[in-house]
């Protein structure tokens, strides 16, 4: 009953079930979260033995701490969004997040990292480290901005609510907010934690 | 060896012995995420029997619900940020979310339901209800705003993302910066979300 082609077919190779393992787990991560997600049900999920999830990742954490990498190389993100207008560096950040949870080769690994943050401390250390030591507090700084590292954590809370509000938690309308729309609406922000008062005066 | 002087004393009424769990059970779905508590762990910190955690709410659920229930009235919250002027709407908010968090009423539930919607539906549900249908829907309705849906759900963002930030995956300084400043600096952002444009021209 549940024999598939696939298993009576050629054995795929070791690079190709490592993916596979890796891409499920990517899956189960964003959509159950850290805590939900288990071994054994990746491996049911991606059909091969539980033993062989060991043998390409040595523990749960090991294979969150891969699957859900950001694919981008920091120093590359940063140079591409300081090299704009100082002014439109908030809609420039909201378009490089959109892109982030959009793309195939990302999409998921934003949301299973910030999923996962609420419980595992390793995930937490992943955004803090990953997404604003390396990003948002140079991208602060390279603006010239003083109190970086305040602008950058401010930055981060708006970029972690956006992903827990339209992908985790689902308040309407965000889910179904068309892409141009909530770039426009949350570009302000990004721009005025950024460059702008931290004041309300 | 684990005797306590409480144990020897007068036995507790029935309602402090409640009252006893539920404060247990906020301490430990605030610290550790819904997934990692457990009745047993939540009885052995009160030191209780497990069968009396049961006995006064029938499961997990049911005492997160419970035990994350936020303290206020959203008409009397609502009537209240609405009294004063509407471009002073961003600060009042502000104001009113790091009351919830620091009030000892409310201490760690706005915490332990936001850590919880990540992996919890019914924790998120609740944000979704309590938080935006009841409270921030109504809010940006009644400021007349157009588009109030999607108002408040970007406001919802920035609340919930200031609160993971802060509270749940540490941003530094943001643990550490005082609630004047971060009223100050985040209070002109729930202002535009609730009264201002929505686009970035």
Redesign the interface.
């Known amino acids: 009953m549940t024999a598939t082609p696939r298993r009576a077919g050629r054995r795929p190779g070791t690079s190709q079930t490592r993916q596979l393992i890796l891409d499920t787990a990517r899956r189960h991560f964003a959509e159950?979260?850290?805590?939900?997600t288990t071994l054994r049900g990746i491996a049911t999920a991606a059909e091969v033995d539980v033993a062989l999830v060991s043998h390409f990742f040595s523990g749960k954490q090991r294979l969150f701490a891969e699957a859900a990498a950001l694919p981008y190389d920091p120093a590359v993100v940063l140079s591409r969004l300081l090299a704009g207008p100082r002014e439109q560096i908030?809609?420039r950040l909201a378009d490089q997040v959109l892109d982030l949870i959009e793309a195939p080769a990302s999409r998921g690994r934003l949301i299973a990292l910030?999923?996962?943050?609420?419980?595992e401390e390793g995930a937490?250390q992943l955004?803090?480290e990953r997404i604003?030591r390396e990003l948002l507090v140079p991208l602060a700084a390279g603006l010239g901005s003083p109190d970086a590292?305040?602008r950058?954590?401010?930055t981060?809370?708006?970029?972690?609510?956006?992903v827990?509000?339209?992908h985790?938690?689902?308040?309407?309308?965000?889910p179904g907010?068309g892409r141009e729309?909530l770039a426009?609406?949350?570009?302000?922000?990004l721009?005025?934690?950024l460059t702008g008062p931290?004041?309300?005066?």
Chains 1, 2 share one sequence.
């Open positions: 159950l979260g850290y805590d939900r908030g809609r910030i999923r996962a943050a609420a419980s937490a955004i803090r604003n590292p305040l950058a954590a401010l981060g809370s708006q970029v972690v609510g956006l827990m509000a339209r985790i938690v689902g308040i309407d309308p965000l907010t729309q426009a609406a949350v570009a302000p922000t721009q005025r934690y931290l004041d309300d005066v």
